[in-house]
């Protein structure tokens, strides 16, 4: 019969008795350093904040990574991120869908212009490049819909806000729920001007729960 192996708490004394594992400060003690490895081992992500759907969504948009068409009117945005779980673990067979309005406010409610249902890569590391979204009435902030569907893991409805919108009025932490308009701060993002092109890029990682 073959010997149990040891479980994880084991497996770490076995480490710190045999000096694998050893306290960055004296004054730490052998049980204080196996609690606080464990809980920096199991330290979870925050679940990206859930948002409301909007009434334009529109199911079978194609798995397009370049929306932006030569000519478009807009300032040219790359936005990129990575489709996680609460450990930081990738999820694999997300599927993400991504739409909003053109730069003059507009959804494309017959066509998919600026849609697009993409399957983050191997690394689940997802990148689209489009414009910058125009305001409208109904949504004063630019925004970026988004819905996440990942085989084991909760479906996520939400959006990405742009910390350089007027809306904000160059104080995003002080007026991101101004009107109510965003679920969280961190759904406001900060934004990076680059002199080729010239063009923005933001970065957006999602947080999947586990079903």
């Known amino acids: 019969m073959s010997e149990a192996k040891p479980?994880?708490?084991?497996?770490?004394?076995?480490?710190?008795?045999?000096?694998l594992l050893i306290a960055g400060a004296a004054s730490i003690s052998q049980t204080r350093l196996l609690a606080l490895w464990q809980g920096a081992e199991t330290q979870m992500h925050k679940p990206t904040n859930a948002e409301v759907l909007g009434p334009f969504f529109r199911k079978g948009a194609p798995d397009a990574k370049v929306l932006r068409a030569p000519g478009d009117p807009g300032l040219p945005l790359k936005v990129s991120g990575r489709v996680m779980n609460?450990?930081?673990?990738?999820v694999e067979g997300a599927k993400v869908d991504f739409w909003h309005a053109d730069h003059n406010g507009l959804y494309d409610t017959r066509g998919y212009r600026y849609r697009t249902k993409l399957t983050p890569n191997e690394k689940?590391?997802?990148?689209?490049?489009?414009?910058?979204?125009?305001?409208?009435?109904?949504?004063p902030a630019q925004h970026i819909h988004y819905l996440i569907a990942a085989p084991g893991h909760k479906t996520l409805i939400t959006q990405a806000y742009f910390a350089t919108d007027p809306f904000f009025e160059g104080n995003p932490e002080k007026n991101w729920n101004k009107r109510g308009i965003a679920a969280n701060k961190e759904l406001?993002?900060?934004?990076?001007?680059?002199?080729?092109?010239?063009h923005t890029e933001v970065t957006f990682d999602i947080v999947l729960e586990k079903a």
Do not use: W
């Not at 609460?86 to 990738?90: D, S, V």
């Not at 689940?124 to 949504?139: A, F, I, K, L």
């Open 7 to 19: 479980d994880r708490r084991q497996m770490l004394e076995l480490c710190i008795s045999r000096s």
């Open 188 to 198: 406001v993002l900060p934004v990076k001007l680059f002199e080729t092109g010239p």
């Open 86 to 90: 609460t450990r930081g673990q990738l």
């Open 124 to 139: 689940s590391e997802y990148s689209v490049e489009t414009v910058m979204p125009g305001h409208y009435s109904d949504r």
